[in-house]
C-alpha cells in the first residue's frame, strides 16, 4: 500500500468504514479474501483517502 494513501487513512480515524465484519456480529480477520471484499476495502480506502468521490 502506498504510504501516503496509508498514511491518510490512518489519521482520518474512519477505519471503522473501511473493515467490516461478514455479518452483524462476526468479524473473521484470518479468514481469506473474495476479490470483491477487496475492491470494496479499496474503494472504501480510496474514498476515505480523498481520491475518490464518496
Known amino acids: 500500500m502506498d504510504q ?3 498514511a ?5 480515524g474512519d477505519t471503522d468504514e ?3 465484519g461478514r455479518s452483524a456480529d ?3 480477520p484470518q479468514a ?3 476479490r470483491a471484499e477487496a475492491a470494496v ?3 472504501r480506502m480510496l474514498q476515505t483517502a480523498g481520491f475518490m468521490n464518496k
Open 4 to 6: 501516503e494513501v496509508q
Open 18 to 20: 473501511l473493515m467490516q
Open 32 to 34: 481469506s479474501t473474495t
Open 41 to 43: 476495502v479499496l474503494k
Open 26 to 28: 462476526r468479524f473473521d
Open 8 to 12: 491518510a487513512v490512518c489519521e482520518s
